[in-house]
């Protein structure tokens, strides 16, 4: 990994960067990334990963108002846990959360509807602050006499319950569906033409060197750490520490059916791919649309959330964007 400051890889000059460390890691660096924004982020994306095979080290592109968080690298590296998982037992993991039949009885939860009884009281000004809710949670907790009335209050509303009247929701065609699997690879890449199209739209943006094997495994690498409770996640028998960890799953499985490689981290919890082979059919992007309804909670950079519509927007699209909520 490059030391602290300009570097240049091949007829790649690169400005001053530093070597960016895991919050939680060993303080070993995970990454070398720019100290400024690159004009044309896409062609020197491009040179450098073509320059990998001798350097190593892949890149990514970064947000420059992330570098005061160091980009959201928390966790030392776990590539080793990518090895334990298979990307369709994650996405029908996922799909069977999302999907599952739900006609089941309804969960009650052991919560009373008056904050009151949580000894909160009349709220100040701007409300109740999260250490004051915490605190008082944790003295109930603590309390068995709370509990009980906590018991005795849930079953006031259990019996006193009055059923919502809501319109029919349209029902959603994947519910109660079992997870479709994994879609087919795709054949033709991209012409080159629509390669340097995709690569030329992209804004200025910072470069980031990781040491990985290869670009789906660079989140775990660098342990990235920007959405939902980082792990332990389940996944049949296996369980993984960290989000990186089953996203690099799929990383690897969109990697190998559609030569997908990993473009941008953020910002946010926003992840881009160049896609050298993407669907040229809607019927075999719809079957990818499947996995990516699963895989994020908006799709393509647009806020999708619907089969059809991530299904349009996939057909010959070079760049996929996935984002957490």
């Known amino acids: 990994m490059p030391e602290d400051g300009p570097v240049r890889f091949g007829s790649v000059p690169l400005p001053a960067g530093r070597r960016v460390r895991a919050l939680e890691g060993d303080g070993e660096p995970v990454a070398w990334v720019t100290g400024v924004d690159v004009p044309d982020p896409g062609r020197v994306w491009s040179a450098l990963t073509d320059l990998w095979g001798e350097t190593g080290l892949v890149p990514v592109l970064l947000d420059g108002g992330e570098d005061e968080q160091d980009y959201f690298f928390y966790w030392p590296p776990m590539t080793a846990e990518i090895d334990r998982l298979d990307a369709a037992a994650v996405l029908g993991a996922e799909w069977d959360a999302q999907f599952g039949d739900t006609s089941g009885p ?59 009247s809501l319109p029919p929701a349209e029902p959603d065609p ?47 690498t660098v342990g990235w750490s920007v959405f939902g409770a980082d792990g332990p996640d389940e996944f049949g028998r296996v369980q993984v520490s960290a989000n990186a960890v089953w996203v690099g799953s799929v990383l690897r499985s969109f990697e190998d059916r559609f030569s997908a490689a990993l473009l941008k981290l953020g910002p946010g919890a926003e992840l881009r791919l160049l896609v050298e082979r993407p669907p040229r059919t809607l019927e075999h992007a719809t079957q990818i649309a499947a996995e990516h309804s699963v895989f994020c909670d908006e799709c393509a950079g647009q806020g999708l959330r619907e089969l059809p519509e991530i299904a349009a927007a996939l057909v010959s699209a070079p760049i996929w964007a996935f984002w957490w909520d």
């Open 174 to 220: 994947r519910e109660g569906q079992p997870f479709p699997g994994l879609a087919p690879s795709a054949g033709g890449r991209l012409s080159q033409a629509e390669r340097d199209a995709a690569l030329g739209s992209l804004q200025p943006a910072r470069i980031g060197l990781v040491p990985a094997r290869r670009p789906a495994d660079v989140p775990a």
């Open 106 to 164: 309804a969960e009650l939860y052991d919560t009373p509807l008056s904050s009151g009884f949580l000894g909160l009281g009349q709220p100040p000004p701007g409300g109740h602050g999260p250490a004051d809710i915490v605190a008082a949670i944790v003295t109930m907790a603590e309390d068995r006499a709370a509990q009980a009335e906590l018991d005795r209050l849930n079953e006031i509303d259990r019996r006193n319950a009055v059923p919502l």
